[in-house]
Each structure stands twice: as C-alpha cells, then as structure tokens.
C-alpha cells in the first residue's frame, strides 16, 4: 500500500509497464501468419529475406503491439474491473500515455509499411484501420460478439498471410492462397471468442456483447469449436482437391488433436478455455504452416 502515492503521481510510464502494455505474447499469431503467407507465396526467401524480416516485424512488434496499446486505452474501464492490476489502470501508465503510445505506434506501422512496397503499406492501412475500429467509439467493433472476435481473427491471421505473400511476390497472391488465409482468419473467430471468456464479468457490467456474455459460456464455447472445425475443415477439402492429399491427412489428425481437447474444454467452457489455447490453438496454428507449404507447390 505504501506504493500507491507514487504510482499515483507517476508523469512518466514505467518501461517495464510499457512493454506489458504492447503484450508481446500477443505477436506471434500474426508473425507466423505473416511467416505462413511468404511460404505460400513459393517466392525465394534467400532473394528478399531482409523485406521479409521486416515484414514479421512489422506484424508482430509494431502492428500488433499497436493495437494492443489501442485496445488497452479504450478498454481501460473494463479493464478496471477485470484487471485492475494491468498498466493503465494501475497507473503505471498514468495520464493520456496509453493514447499517445496508441497513437506513435500507429504513425511507425505506417511508416514502416510503406517500406514494404504498394501492397505492403495498404495492408498495413487496413491492419490499423481495423485495430482502432476494433477498440475505439463509435464504431468499437468489440462490443460485438460476432463482429470483433471475426475482425480481429481477418486481422491477425487472414491480413498478415495475404501481405507476406504479396509482398514476395510483388502483386496479387494467387486465389487459392487468398481462400485458405480468409479460412484460417475466419477459423480464428472461434479462438478470439475462447479469449473473450476472462473477461466475462467486466464484459456483461459494462453491456460489451462478447458471445459468453449473450450465449453463455456453454453455448458459446461450443459455438466457438464448431467454427474453428468448421474452417480447418474446408480447409482440409480443398487440399484434397488439389490433390494434396498427405497435407491435407496432415491437417485432420492435428484437427483430431483440437477435437481431444475440445471436450475436455468442454467440461468446463469458463476454467478450461484458457487451457485450451496450449494443445487447441498449438495444433491449430501448425496446420496453418503445413497449409502453406502445401500452397507452395500449386502453381
């Protein structure tokens, strides 16, 4: 209790809180995604490896740091009540500095992006469009269960897969790469909604309509499986028709694995769906890679 007054008084946020602020557990998904679109895109990464560094930088560090600072300056009332011990609302990021952070970040992911090429920086103005449409009024798409879990799941996994492949390849990424990145983005709804779940309470006193808060935690937790299955699933078919039949065989027993843990979860929805992010969406992203390498050989 000693510490409070300080803290109180702080002019300046505390570096350490800063870096919580931008969450870097949070990166990996579109670093990977980003990673899985330059595999896609059959490209040699040994003739544009500095680009493609930049690009997962990009993705992870700066954009998504980004809107995780964004996020957490619009949630910082829900927050309050969720996590009051997070940076802003315990004042280890005192005043307008989780905006100003926002908003600094914002102006890098642009300048960066631009490096990137025409493709590149217009990915890069729709990752930020969408990270503050996602977080700030009036439109603050989070208030919706439906809307938020799936605009954030195009934006980490969909977005970043479509850059990596069209900046290697300097153009448009072949149809068949767009369909599965917008399968696997689509998919992602489902982990954005077991996500949604530690913030239950926060999210129902405050009227954010996350679908644990309007279906429950049952109905949404299975809700969340089925999208999940439902993506890998098309997924799964269309390498079968294109005659991809070992990645495609690859991708169902790691879909089995998801299944396994999927009714474990569901003895459970509101402890377990943490848990589930370890083996559920550990098998689900390493289908994502083996989809890219299967897309590398379609020509």
Request: with cysteine; proline share 7%.
């Amino acid at each position: 209790m000693s510490v409070a007054p300080s803290i109180q008084n702080r002019r300046f946020p505390q570096p350490s809180a800063a870096l919580e602020l931008i969450k870097p557990i949070t990166w990996f998904p579109p670093m990977w995604a980003y990673l899985c679109g330059i595999v896609s895109s059959g490209a040699a990464l040994s003739d544009a490896w500095a680009l493609a560094l930049l690009g997962i930088i990009l993705a992870g560090p700066i954009t998504c740091g980004m809107s995780q600072a964004a996020n957490d300056w619009c949630d910082r009332h829900v927050d309050a009540i969720n996590e009051p011990h997070r940076p802003i609302p315990s004042g280890r990021i005192p005043g307008r500095w989780g905006l100003w952070i926002a908003i600094a970040m914002s102006g890098l992911s642009l300048v960066v992006g631009y490096q990137l090429g025409p493709w590149g920086f217009a990915a890069t103005v729709a990752a930020v469009l969408a990270a503050w449409a996602y977080s700030q009024e009036p439109i603050r798409a989070k208030k919706s269960g439906w809307w938020g879990p799936g605009l954030v799941g195009l934006s980490y996994e969909s977005l970043p897969w479509f850059t990596g492949a069209a900046v290697m390849v300097a153009g448009l990424p072949r149809w068949e790469i767009i369909v599965v990145a917008v399968l696997y983005g689509l998919g992602a709804h489902g982990i954005m909604t077991l996500n949604d779940f530690k913030a239950l309470e926060g999210d129902r006193q405050l009227g954010i309509k996350s679908l644990p808060v309007t279906l429950g935690p049952r109905r949404a937790a299975w809700t969340a499986c089925i999208v999940m299955t439902a993506a890998q699933v098309d997924v799964i078919g269309l390498l079968f028709a294109w005659d991809r039949p070992v990645h495609a065989l690859a991708i169902t027993g790691l879909l089995g694995v998801q299944v396994r843990a999927m009714t474990v979860m569901m003895r459970d929805p509101k402890g377990k769906a943490p848990w589930y992010n370890g083996p559920g969406v550990g098998a689900y992203v390493a289908g994502m890679m083996i989809a890219a390498v299967a897309l590398r050989s379609i020509t």
